[in-house]
């Protein structure tokens, strides 16, 4: 059981409750302590700067955080049970490494904005790399786009076919898509790249604390101003980078959507290679496409997670404790975010196609809507276009899916999929 | 990295994909294994009965169950990532002990209904745990309502002072809730009793397993006949589950909601015991609610696993791989559940009302509508009798709050609680 | 602009705010007016009871009640924002009608259980109606199953083709379904089938109500007692009623994806009558299934009003404005999940089967699993028969697909679909 | 019955089914009519400048479609259920108009991409009135603060008083929240800013449509690209779009929480006008915050409407007809964030603060933080600086709560509210 910071020693405690209130808590800031640490570090600076810390005393402090930080990631310090929480773990290790020096640390800051700052500077860091992991896919999907521009394919509406498309025109939209969702990972990224850190329980304190400096060293672009406000965006920025996440988990589920429905045997267009799929336990023919199915079912984990967030933010201003409770939904949808875009590119850059059963799903009547409209460009009203071409289906039968492809030149289409405009967006997106 | 019992020996295993697809099963299995190896029991005995097994090899497949769930309990069996799963961990020991015999456990079943059942037996229990946490719930504030049906509470609306009540109608009411929330979890549980064992992987099998006797075995109230259907019905009968979890913890935020109202110094109606409050790591002067908080904000964990199952569900019929991201939700939400039904009652039993501030809170006001009420009674027309109190309002301050207590006469109201029939309600849920 | 029974006249009002406050409400009143108004006649009565008003006065009531609900059922009476809600307007009916008699029926009940009243009473009509709707798709299926027992039609997991199934089986799995639907609509109408009328503003009244007597005028099984609780259901029972909707519309939504990729040309499983299908503004080719789409696609109004209802619960207890919210996502929930219910028999009904394209589809490789188990069955550990077919692929091919249907003999499975035993529960939810 | 474009007439149409398919979309269409129009225009100029229309074709449609706009705008028109949508209405009024001229306007588009372009371009005009809405709030907020600077105000964790605070301090974070809001307002319309028209069904057409020329007219800053992925977007930006109106909504609710508080009589801090309130249909007492309630109970719609756009999108690339049930969740959560926004400023503006409850509120203890960190400022460890003050409360009797405002001169707290840096934002994003 850990020791209390605020603990009032004539009050008896019960261990099933602290338990209770305990939660995963500890557990969970592992994957916030470096955060914590460096934010540590930039309050030692601030408090230095307004000479609360002598160089000396400072320098001493950062010694050590630095020093707990290696610790950490080598292992030869464990986040556990012992503390409750990282917060208390690095106070605890410093007043054990440098006495009363330790002590001075949590002068003018709260556990209240260092969660905030260390959660801020998690969230940040999971967005750069959601950005990167986009443009990485994006990048991918062009490649293969311009590989794959002449290979033709159904174009499905309500899943019929309706006209010919092809396999590029069908990457360049996945790689829009991500180009899209790497805009929306860097501006959502630098919406909450503000700072907390100096507002403590959510009302400032009494001391000139330096917040300029801990803005410029923690990289923030601005000070996040208002005590009040940083509590209040407790929650509001997790659920803002979350839907940053869903929107490219959203995409990987209709991708997933559309090769679930491509490796079935009666689509038959793709083939996965043997790594992404498993086999039955009871079935000795199968192999089934158990990772696409995986992304495929990744999004609700995020979906969830904000609700979530969004459930318990009915709340007066301040902090409360139920808040605590927005560490678990946040870590689980950013892990399950990053864990699905680290794969995501090795199965886009797998796929194999299967060119004649691609070419086989070509029917005669999906060159009607060209044959209308050939009609219309020459003068025929639209309406009537379609009419007579609904009464000339057969002769449709001589069309070539090359034909169809080659003659589609609205500007986006298979016959100008402007994947050098794609390109410069993205390299635009590229830091 | 665990041996699987589908593998293809020449299919290469890529470990970062097969670490994405195992995500946390092995580990969540934990929580379902004594069920599996119940369900694997009774499967046993359904082989014997129909002569796959003799009796002395059902016994001795019975035999080694038992020890293997004795040594899971005790700590001496490891359930970890050795295995693909528990399934898998099951025959694995199996074999390990019993060489061929072990192999034949699984003939006539597919891991897709072991999962379905051991999910429907602990599903079961926990809704059985709910119902009786439920009703300890409300015979706890029975027994309060009867003992505070005297002290004066204002009754509020819109947060706004309206009329006189009393502690004990209030408790009252969350009795009578929790009455129902406990029929509901009995509900429920009949609801979902179907037994799914025998399904195999959704389909069936051809042999003719003795599905009336593990349906006995296991105390289910009737079979799910239809394999497809036994399929399908993975998250549905989850969702149901969780909604009955939900709807008690809707209940207890509402509760929390009030008692952190009451708890304000600006109310000051009710103090908490000491060891459910914490301290702040800032400010000296201050003791937290944190419990009735963590209390209110566990909700949106149970609403969220609830929207997860149903966002993961969008799936045409039959097994998909997505189906495992079923599990996180699923468990999540009934730890939720149980662990704060689980504490409910001790906050419910130990909240003090300062009786002296309740009576300070009721004003001459809130005695208008009994006033309207009476002039009706007499005969004026209740809009006519609106009017009057209005312009009558001072008069109503030589009231007592005791006076509108005994005369709030309506079945249910604070003069007459009704709590024999609501303790007859409850009894009748007891089994 | 209507005018408000509890407006005082030396307050402006602000034509803006009011707009805002009066929202939609009275519009929505419309599904909730004959309730509202049956719930009202039986206040009346109960006012007859304890002889607040005579047995002329109640007459005279009930019978301006009757003619209101005759009028408005004619549309010779409008529900428009010429009242403020459709409580309002009923009190102004009776005042225009009868004078001072009308003023009089307001006693001792308040808006509050007025609209709990009415909205309970709907809500039970509509779960009747979903029992009905639910029971009636079911005995459909079964029909069905029993006629498409022997048509042979592959088992799909992983959407991947496993074994050989049968359409009977798929449509047998339908029929428990919403057996299982129906029988969870029957019994939310029981949990929520009790009487709030009589506990006014949430705190009861100063008079003797008879709430014996409208419980059973109303066909409530039971009183709901507690006042304070009375309030404290707002929300509680609406989302456990549209949770047996979604239950229905979730099973509605994989049949619809089963639907969907079965009349794709790919699979050319099933045929749609041409009246659910439309036509495209562009392609002169097309004819898409416009109703299965929206069918699939129906589930998420409720979900999402189920969301809309739990996200507005947080709230302590009593009355708060914030609950007239609860009104239009349960109305649209409700709506929504008739109307689909309303049609979907019609789908299931129609759909024809393309017998040919079945067949064509069943794999020799589908057979590996039945002739395991025939191996496991014969002696040979499960795990080496698995092994054992994998190396013996080719020699399936000389089997039969009814051969595989007919040896399924497991209970439930293609050769023992347990139809009567379907049937049989079916009945019994059949008042 | 609307007359279909689509419609074969060898197929016979079932009413219900027509009904239940048709939904509510060409009501809802009201709302896009005005773009659709738009974007009509800016189609004729686009096939005006590939020639398929000469500039006299062209200026005739332009006309009628101008002249069309003018009669819906002013009611001459009706968009009624005479049509099957919107699309359908402006095709056959340019028919009737302009006969065979009429019939090409459809050449090179599909009503896919047009809703697709009226439903971008009503979101990005929602998107900014947004962005001044919050503007419009953030810039009160700041006046008020300036105004409050120095009203005391209990400042509040886990609603226990904790510290001095004031009301300027509050007011500031409002601002802030708002200044945040607006930039995602603007940063969410810079994202969904892009040009679908010519993207057809999904697949581009076989015209070289100008693309660029749309852009321009529309306003669009970019074209997307990608046909298919125009199609995938549907729902996509939408809910992006209501994400950004549930920010604003949730910073409301939260206001709306501590006006409710405030407003209560145990706190007793904030004065509503009377024109915010109303009264009770059963106690005449009463005055009743509503608006601010409804303000707080507005949030759930937006949140809901998210959640049933992002169960919709569980689909494969391309049309399909379940895509039309955006329509609904879109446009009520709009219209939900519209309204609350546009009275929202009313609210605060409105505001009376009673400074002598406000006073009465401060207590000695929550001047205990404010101690401790001067203790620790001159050099007493922090850790030993809060133990020390617990043991002094007493001492702090005789502060003012005007020394601790004076005294909290960390950046943004009481003594620093930086309302000119929150100005300097404010003024970056006012266009």
Redesign the interface.
């Known amino acids: 059981m850990a020791d209390?910071?605020?603990?009032?020693t004539d009050?008896?405690?019960?261990e099933?409750?602290m338990a209770?209130?305990a939660?995963q808590d500890v557990v969970l800031d592992r994957q916030l302590f470096v955060y914590d640490l460096q934010a540590s570090a930039a309050h030692v600076k601030g408090l230095e700067s307004i000479e609360?810390l002598s160089p000396e005393e400072a320098g001493k402090l950062l010694g050590a955080l630095t020093d707990l930080e290696d610790k950490f990631i080598s292992g030869a310090f464990t986040l556990d049970d012992r503390f409750e929480d990282g917060?208390?773990a690095i106070?605890s290790y410093l007043?054990e490494q440098l006495g009363?020096?330790?002590?001075?640390?949590?002068?003018?800051?709260?556990?209240?904005d260092q969660v905030l700052v260390a959660t801020r500077l998690l969230l940040r860091h999971r967005l750069e790399e959601l950005q990167e992991q986009c443009l990485a896919t994006a990048r991918l999907c062009i490649e293969r786009a311009r590989a794959t521009a002449n290979i033709p394919m159904p174009?499905?509406?309500?899943?019929?076919?309706?006209?010919?498309?092809s396999v590029g025109?069908?990457f360049?939209?996945?790689?829009?898509?991500f180009i899209?969702n790497a805009?929306?990972a860097r501006?959502t990224r630098?919406?909450i790249n503000?700072n907390p850190l100096?507002?403590?329980?959510?009302?400032?304190?009494?001391?000139?604390?330096d917040?300029?400096l801990t803005t410029r060293e923690l990289g923030f672009s601005?000070?996040?101003?208002?005590?009040?406000?940083?509590?209040?965006?407790r929650g509001?920025f997790e659920?803002?980078g979350l839907?940053a996440f869903?929107?490219a988990l959203?995409?990987v589920?209709?991708f997933a959507?559309?090769i679930?429905?491509f490796?079935?045997?009666?689509?038959n267009f793709v083939k996965l290679p043997?790594?992404?799929t498993?086999?039955?336990?009871?079935?000795?023919?199968?192999?089934?496409?158990?990772?696409v199915?995986?992304l495929?079912?990744?999004?609700?984990?995020v979906?969830?997670?904000i609700?979530?967030?969004?459930?318990?933010?009915?709340?007066?201003?301040?902090?409360?404790?139920?808040?605590?409770?927005t560490k678990?939904?946040l870590l689980r949808g950013l892990e399950q975010g990053r864990?699905v875009m680290?794969?995501f590119p090795?199965l886009v850059g797998s796929l194999e196609f299967n060119e004649q059963a691609l070419e086989n799903?070509i029917?005669p009547?999906?060159h009607?809507?060209?044959r209308?409209?050939?009609l219309?460009?020459a003068g025929l009203?639209?309406?009537?276009a379609?009419?007579t071409?609904?009464n000339e289906?057969p002769e449709l039968a001589g069309r070539e899916a090359s034909q169809?492809l080659d003659?589609?030149?609205?500007?986006?289409?298979?016959a100008?999929?402007?994947l050098d405009?794609?390109s410069r967006?993205l390299e635009q997106l590229q830091d």
């Open positions: 209390f910071l605020w603990k009032k009050v008896p405690v019960d099933k409750i209770f209130m939660g609360i917060h208390s106070e007043i009363e020096l330790g002590k001075r640390v949590h002068t003018g800051r709260s556990r209240n174009g499905y509406t309500h899943l019929q076919r309706a006209v010919v498309s025109m069908w360049a939209a996945v790689a829009e898509s899209d805009q929306l501006d630098n919406w503000a100096g507002t403590a329980a959510g009302f400032g304190v009494n001391l000139p604390l917040r300029e601005r000070m996040q101003v208002n005590p009040i406000y940083a509590q209040n965006s509001k659920i803002q839907s869903a929107q959203q995409d589920r209709r959507w559309d679930s429905l490796s079935t045997s009666e689509f043997d790594r992404f498993t086999g039955s336990s009871i079935m000795p023919n199968k192999r089934n496409p158990d990772l199915e995986l495929r079912g990744a999004y609700p984990c979906e969830a997670a609700i979530e967030l969004q459930s318990l933010l009915s709340l007066s201003s301040g902090y409360h404790r139920d808040l605590q409770n678990p939904p864990a680290d794969i090795d799903a029917e009547a999906m009607a809507t060209d209308a409209m050939e219309a460009a009203p639209f309406r009537d379609y009419r071409v609904m289906m169809s003659a589609r030149v609205s500007p986006g289409a298979c100008n999929l402007m405009e794609l967006r």
